[in-house]
T-cell receptor, first 115, second 113 residues
Framework: DVKVTQSSRYLVKRTGEKVFLECVQD?????MFWYRQDPGLGLRLIYF???????EKGDIPEGYSVSREKKERFSLILESASTNQTSMYLC??????????????FGAGTRLSVL | EDKVVQSPLSLVVHEGDTVTLNCSYE??????LLWYKQEKKAPTFLFML????IEKKSGRLSSILDKKELFSILNITATQTGDSAVYLC?????????????FGQGTILTVHP
C-alpha cells in the first residue's frame, strides 16, 4: 500500500513565524502535491512537483514556497505565517504511468492554526 | 480556468437509502475523472473514469461518466452509517502528464441509523 506521511496532524503557530510542513512518500512517486482544504472551497492546489528540484505553482501559491531536495520528500514553507493561512493542509503523491496512472494518494493532513 | 462543481453540497439520509452524488465539469482537454471518499483523515481513492458510459462498480458504490454532457454521478445503494464522509470529485485535464487535479467543493454525506 502507498503510504504518504505528514509530519504533524495538528500545529499551532503565531503570526509571522516561519512554518515547515513535511511530507514523505514511500512509493518512489515522481509527482507530489500540496493542497489546502477549507469548508465550502474544496481542495485547492498550492504547489506541485514532478521531479526532484522541480516545482510548479498551483492555483493559490501566494504566501507559500516549496522544496523538493529528495524524491520522497516534499516540504511546504510558510515564510511568514498569517491568520488567513489557518487551514487543513493535505499532501499527495502520484505516479505518471502504469495502471494507477495519476491516481493521487493522500496523507492524513495537517491542521494548522495561526494565532 | 478549469472548473468542477459538485451537488448537493450536503445530504442527510437514513440507513438503507440510495443516494446519488453529482459532479459536473468544464475543463480544457479532459483526461480523467476521479472520486475520493474522505472521512476524518486522508481522502481515499474510489474510482477513476476515462471513458464515457462505462460504469465502475465496487460493492454498493458505482459511478458513471457522461463525456458529452460533462458530468459524472456516484451512486451508493443501501447506505450504512460508515458511508458518512465527504465525497470529492476531481478532474485531470490539460496538456501535461503531471497528473494535476482540479477538485470540486465536495459533498458531505451523513447517514443516520
Amino acid at each position: 500500500d502507498v503510504k504518504v506521511t505528514q509530519s504533524s496532524r495538528y500545529l499551532v503557530k503565531r503570526t509571522g513565524e516561519k512554518v515547515f510542513l513535511e511530507c514523505v512518500q514511500d512509493m518512489d512517486h515522481e509527482n507530489m502535491f500540496w493542497y489546502r482544504q477549507d469548508p465550502g472551497l474544496g481542495l485547492r492546489l498550492i504547489y506541485f512537483s514532478y521531479d526532484v528540484k522541480m516545482k510548479e505553482k498551483g492555483d493559490i501559491p501566494e504566501g507559500y514556497s516549496v522544496s523538493r531536495e529528495k524524491k520522497e520528500r516534499f516540504s511546504l514553507i510558510l515564510e511568514s505565517a498569517s491568520t488567513n493561512q489557518t487551514s487543513m493542509y493535505l499532501c499527495a503523491s502520484s505516479f505518471p504511468g502504469g495502471t494507477a496512472k495519476n491516481i493521487q494518494y493522500f496523507g492524513a493532513g495537517t491542521r494548522l492554526s495561526v494565532l | 480556468e478549469d472548473k468542477v462543481v459538485q451537488s448537493p453540497l450536503s445530504l442527510v439520509v437514513h440507513e438503507g437509502d440510495t443516494v446519488t452524488l453529482n459532479c459536473s465539469y468544464e475543463v480544457t482537454n479532459f483526461r480523467s475523472l476521479l472520486w475520493y471518499k474522505q472521512e476524518k483523515k486522508a481522502p481515499t481513492f474510489l474510482f477513476m473514469l476515462t471513458s464515457s458510459g462505462i460504469e465502475k462498480k465496487s460493492g454498493r458504490l458505482s459511478s458513471i461518466l457522461d463525456k458529452k454532457e460533462l458530468f459524472s454521478i456516484l451512486n451508493i445503494t443501501a447506505t450504512q452509517t460508515g458511508d458518512s464522509a465527504v465525497y470529492l470529485c476531481a478532474v485531470e485535464a490539460g496538456g501535461t502528464s503531471y497528473g494535476k487535479l482540479t477538485f470540486g467543493q465536495g459533498t458531505i454525506l451523513t447517514v443516520h441509523p
